[in-house]
């Protein structure tokens, strides 16, 4: 999968142990952001885009990073 490619979709996946609904996010995205396992992200809806925004240790401080999901 290529940075910022028009072909950059996921599909909405079920962990057949769980039941749990997951997207995975490419790695490019974690590593432009600086993610990395554990960091918090907090999930919303606005309009009809899913942002996806990390926390810096509590849910006031917010990275504003918006990925629509369409």
Known sequence: MRKNSGENFQSVQVDPITGD??????????NDLSWYE???VRLS?????????????DWQ????????LM
């Open 61 to 68: 401080s917010l990275h504003n990073t918006v990925w629509s």
């Open 38 to 40: 554990d960091t918090q």
């Open 45 to 57: 809806i606005e309009g009809g885009d899913l942002v996806i925004t990390e926390t810096e240790g």
């Open 21 to 30: 609904y997951y997207i995975v996010i490419p790695e490019w995205i974690t």
